[in-house]
DNA sequence: ATAAATCGGTTCATTATTATAACCGATGGT
DNA sequence: ACCATCGGTTATAATAATGAACCGATTTAT
């Protein structure tokens, strides 16, 4: 069903960086025919995956997407489970915890929680996160299938947004060979300056990885201890969030709470 | 792209009601041959659409959905204006406002503001409501083109919710004539009893219905003064929230809403 | 305990669908 | 006045989808 892969992956041209776009530009991002892209595309309008502007002919995600979230959403609410869990990982350790799912080539935000503090980490929704740079993207790549890490860093020169960051592909493999073994993975001052971030991966069916937990700290307070508890929370919440939806957690996840506590 | 097509509407057959489902049963209900559904099937899960049990073997809706949902969303808020409208409309009126919009053989509550008042009308988030039964349903199918009216309440028997359910099809379609020359719909304990609803549509880009605004009034106190207040109130919503996301609602509907104020 | 039905999944010859390039008229920038 | 590009259409060539029969493994009925 080659046909229906082509047409799906038409929909992963929008992002929220581009939610909406022109028939010759879809057709060019996706390597095909502008005829083949637009019979395409009128078989996703018809059925609501996308639609088109009147006047400016372009044409954005559809109202089906919500409609098909809203059944998945009610049936099995993974939002609404990671929240509580994040909840209460802000309030264990003081920090901010958030929670970010794999989108493509993006790593987007969709849940946080601040503690109630006067001096923390401040976030926003729907930001996409780096894969390379963050604590967030390494735990999500060090489970992933390697085909799927070559796509998402390649041997692209990588994004650097402080000194500490690491710019190199080969280094940032070498590091995920250590985060996989470990069971989650850790970033200082390599996206934001001041800021620890501690991450584990959260799983499903599949056994893949498909999002993180995480904890951000601000530098100024990382102590190892504090670095520690951190780290056996964040584990904690990406264990029970994993199981919580049906799926089991690498074993490596599970040694490193224990070894721990 | 007949393929397309027919795999899309694959997950149609994924409802709040019935979110997983096995191959076999897929497959007749699609009217497909098993093979073909299953390399849909496959297809769909590459692409995160579906996702497989790995025990059960059952499929249900994958995570990809929830991630375009959140692209769109992000970028068009839909649900995060229709709230505000909500909250007004409540306040103004003094009961309760309520959002629901199409989903296939559905019409599901998105949307909920609850006046501050101590009687009122209670309602469930993601509850299915009937077509032919509700203010919302009738205002949702006056609008909607005619085989979409037969595929929704076809000539099949109409459930029957209270003693002043319409429960044949012609019935409701003469009721819906004479809603869609007046703008908007209402409903007399037709689904629950003691309770009035007062609806109105709310349109796309391409013109046609894809949901409705309502407010739900407690029977007791529907005189006719409020109701039109209500009426007014409503009209003014759904006009304010079809225009807010760049459409233009039905002339009906500004035309009743004029002779009201 | 046994048999029949049904499950998810596979195979391969037949068939129908889809891809492609060239071509429209309309629009917009230089 | 021009050229490039837009969204969209069409005919022909090429590719992809279809579906009946079949498989082994469970589940259900007898």
């Given at each position: ?97 958030h929670a970010s799912l794999a989108s493509g080539a993006e790593l987007i935000t969709v ?16 930001e996409p996160l780096p894969f390379h740079a963050t604590a967030s993207g390494l735990a999500y790549l060090?489970?992933s ?7 998402l ?46 991450a ?9 990885a498909y999002g993180a937990?995480a ?47």
């Amino acid at each position: 069903m080659r046909t229906v892969e082509k047409a799906l992956k038409i929909l992963d041209l929008f992002t929220v960086g581009r939610p909406e776009a022109g028939l010759s530009d879809l057709a060019r991002q996706a390597g095909l025919d502008k005829a083949t892209t637009l019979r395409m595309l009128s078989s996703l309008a018809r059925q609501g995956f996308v639609e088109q502007h009147p006047e400016t002919k372009k044409y954005r995600l559809g109202k089906a997407v919500l409609r098909f979230a809203r059944i998945r959403e009610t049936s099995f609410p993974v939002l609404s489970m990671i929240q509580p869990a994040l909840d209460r990982l802000a309030e264990e350790t003081g920090e901010t915890a958030h929670a970010s799912l794999a989108s493509g080539a993006e790593l987007i935000t969709v849940g946080i929680a601040v503690p109630q503090r006067a001096t923390r980490v401040h976030l926003e929704f729907s930001e996409p996160l780096p894969f390379h740079a963050t604590a967030s993207g390494l735990a999500y790549l060090a489970f992933s299938p390697s085909e799927l890490v070559d796509e998402l860093i390649g041997n692209r020169p990588l994004s650097v947004y402080t000194e500490h960051t690491k710019a190199s592909a080969d280094d940032v493999r070498q590091d995920l060979a250590e985060i996989r073994a470990r069971g989650w993975a850790a970033s200082a001052n390599s996206y934001e300056i001041d800021v620890v971030g501690i991450a584990a991966p959260i799983f499903d069916w599949s056994g893949s990885a498909y999002g993180a937990i995480a904890v951000a700290i601000l530098a100024a307070r990382a102590t190892p201890e504090l670095q520690e508890k951190v780290t056996a929370a964040v584990l904690g919440a990406a264990i029970d969030v994993t199981r919580a939806m049906g799926a089991e957690p690498d074993p490596a996840l599970i040694k490193a709470r224990r070894s721990l506590t």
